[in-house]
């Protein structure tokens, strides 16, 4: 059974075009990946956005760590843009 989250997805939803990095933060296993790099993606696929628009960064992977500062976030060349 898949719990869809309507409250958090309709907060990201609202500000999905406002050019902003979304950063969800929470307690350890609370769904917020699945939230993310299921939910969040399924939608953006169903709008229409193409696969190659997306970036999907897991911040508590070692190999990730410089992301965790915001200002290499905003650097497209830091990410793949």
């Known amino acids: 059974m898949e719990y869809a989250r309507k409250q958090y997805m309709d907060q990201l939803i609202r500000k999905k075009d406002n050019g902003?990095?979304?950063?969800i933060t929470g307690l350890r296993r609370s769904g917020k990946s699945y939230l993310l790099f299921v939910l969040y993606r399924q939608y953006l696929l169903d709008a229409g956005v193409a696969?190659?628009?997306?970036v999907g960064i897991a911040l508590d992977e070692i190999q990730?760590?410089?992301y965790r500062n915001p200002f290499?976030?905003?650097n497209p060349q830091a990410v793949g843009g």
């Open 64 to 66: 990730n760590a410089k």
């Open 51 to 54: 696969e190659d628009q997306m």
């Open 72 to 74: 290499e976030l905003e």
């Open 20 to 23: 902003r990095i979304k950063i």
